[in-house]
């Protein structure tokens, strides 16, 4: 008998001990719920632009075998500036020769609207996504692009909120940066105010600091609609400044004499896209496209090439 109540007790105390485990379990599953629900209502509150469209979208209009613009990626000045330890800021508006200042390796590329900018920015983001030197899981990517067509994307601060946006989601706590700009302004529902824009911005130079690295890349600064257009060159301006002395920034944008002079003034490479070179990218990323469409692949050899001959002399580098 005394044996039994042994094991009775023995048994006890197991199922107390599982009992324990399973509540411990469940308080942190409810725990991790709420965080995880926090940091949703979180990011929503911080910006609700779908900001990898524009990204996607031209990734689908590249097919495979394209070799359109890889004389830009393989150059051997891009890779110099994609590996700088210092700052360098890729501001990509175009393609072009890169020439790295000394201690800022910023470029700005110029060149006419339609002439593959955003297809170039986005081939990009791409490479270095993919490039496992570059991007070793401490390096961060994030990127946004100014649209025309979108009104979500045609603000200073929504492109200052998107760039938030991305780097809280890939944190894996909540930057106390954030969490202390959200109390300020939501603590109370009944009075909740929306952040300045210098508040934004000041959150998002905090986060750029933390890291060891980060790419920034912004596409199409012609197709941002605030006034007056300082702005833009301002808030971007200051970014480079002080978001960290080893993060790189890549603009896009028309060329325009008072946006070259913002940006070569604080460090920029100036970069002229070439007709003779956009005209090579479209003659590389036509005859891809007249193989894989199967609505063109069946021209005969001669058609294909009076297409490309007849679209590649009327671009104008377009």
């Known amino acids: 008998m005394a044996e039994d109540l042994r094991d009775m007790a023995e048994q006890e105390k197991i199922h107390y001990y599982d009992l324990k485990q399973d509540l411990n379990s469940i308080r942190s599953n409810e725990e991790d719920s709420r965080r995880a629900k926090a940091k949703l209502d979180l ?18 209009r590249t097919y495979e075998n394209d070799q359109s613009g890889r004389w830009f990626l393989e150059s051997q000045k891009f890779r110099d500036w994609s590996i700088a330890q210092g700052r360098s800021g890729l501001v990509l508006t175009g393609i072009c020769e890169l020439t790295p200042t000394t201690t800022m390796s910023a470029y700005l590329m110029r060149s006419i609207a339609g002439g593959g900018k955003t297809i170039m ?12 030197s570059l991007n070793d899981g401490k390096a961060r990517v994030i990127y946004f692009y100014f649209d025309f067509n979108d009104v979500a994307k045609q603000s200073v601060e929504g492109m200052v909120r998107s760039l938030i946006y991305q780097l809280v989601a890939r944190a894996d706590r909540v930057p106390k940066a954030i969490q202390t700009l959200y109390s300020k302004h939501q603590s109370t529902p009944s009075v909740a105010t929306q952040p300045r824009l210098e508040e934004w911005q000041t959150v998002l130079v905090t986060l750029l600091q933390t890291a060891q690295q980060t790419f920034v890349f912004i596409d199409a600064l012609d197709e941002c609609a605030e006034l007056p257009g300082w702005v833009l060159t301002e808030t971007l301006q200051q970014l480079y400044k002080k978001g960290g002395a080893r993060n ?22 100036h970069l002229n896209m070439e007709d003779r070179v956009v005209n090579k990218d479209i003659e590389l990323h036509l005859k891809v496209r007249l193989e894989a469409d199967a609505r063109l692949a069946s021209f005969t050899p001669k058609a294909k090439e009076m297409i490309i001959s007849s679209i590649t002399s009327n671009s104008a580098g377009m």
């Open 43 to 60: 990011l929503s509150w911080i910006s609700q632009v779908n900001y990898s469209s524009n990204y996607d979208a031209a990734q689908l």
């Open 121 to 132: 920015c986005t081939k990009a983001i791409s490479s270095v996504l993919h490039n496992r």
């Open 248 to 269: 790189k920034w890549l603009l896009t944008a028309r060329t325009s004499p008072n946006l070259l002079n913002h940006f070569t003034t604080s460090g920029f490479v």
